[in-house]
């Protein structure tokens, strides 16, 4: 059990201590996935900025287009903004637009780039998405073995202080990967699974735990009188 625990610790610590030293705020505009996200830019006619309307067009990864040359004004700032609503895009995926200035007759286009992620935050190095589903499934064999050791502590009723607090620190471990997960992984699938265990893991991590722990300690009381009897 204790393996387990101290695998699972150096699982999440290690990706969670190098996303810190590799994710740097140099990345292309990030939007979170079903919220409007705000696409500011400048649009150039030859050198100098556009005062006229200004034409975007949005594709997915795929090439396929989701706006489709739209005018844009400027702003007072002479720079533009699109507002764009992530719930009507696909997938979480890099994208990439196009914009030209109304009055360059399409001649000069610049190109502009954003991602679309589960949280609205830059999305680790690969190795370390690896790290994170790792520790996602060790977490799920903990989880279980762990149930496993409660059905077998309420058979044998020798489950003491010690195993509790194994129960909580599991429970305890996933409020921490749900937490790291929302800030640097962004995984829907373990935030789903980490929202899951929480709702049901206060009742087999934490209820149940204490409700064996006091029915095997009232059972070593009784026995023990009965030997001093």
């Given at each position: 059990m204790r393996i387990f625990l101290l695998s699972l610790f150096l699982l999440i610590c290690l990706p969670i201590t190098t996303a810190w030293y590799y994710v740097t705020p140099s990345e292309p505009l990030i939007c979170q996935q079903d919220t409007n996200c705000t696409i500011h830019f400048g649009c150039i006619n030859e050198t100098t900025l556009c005062t006229v309307d200004c034409n975007l067009s949005i594709y997915d990864p795929?090439?396929?287009i989701l706006v489709n040359a739209e005018s844009i004004s400027p702003e007072p700032d002479g720079y533009y903004s699109y507002l764009?609503?992530?719930s009507l895009i696909p997938e979480l995926d890099y994208y990439s637009g196009l914009i030209y200035c109304g009055d360059s007759g399409g001649g000069d286009m610049e190109e502009i780039d954003f991602i679309v992620t589960y949280h609205g935050r830059t999305p680790p190095p690969d190795f370390i998405q690896v790290l994170f589903i790792l520790a996602f499934i060790l977490v799920l064999c903990v989880i279980?073995?762990?149930i496993f050791l409660l059905v077998r502590h309420f058979e044998s009723k020798d489950m003491d202080l010690l195993d509790?607090?194994?129960m909580f620190g599991i429970y305890l471990t996933v409020f921490s990967l749900k937490y790291f997960n929302m800030e640097y992984m962004g995984s829907y699938i373990i935030d789903t699974f980490a929202?899951?265990?929480?709702?049901?893991g206060s009742i087999t991590h934490i209820i149940l735990p204490i409700i064996v722990f006091i029915i095997c300690f009232m059972k070593r009381r009784v026995e023990l009188k009965e030997e001093n009897v």
């Open positions: 795929r090439g396929n764009m609503n992530t279980l073995y762990t509790v607090l194994y929202d899951l265990f929480i709702d049901i």
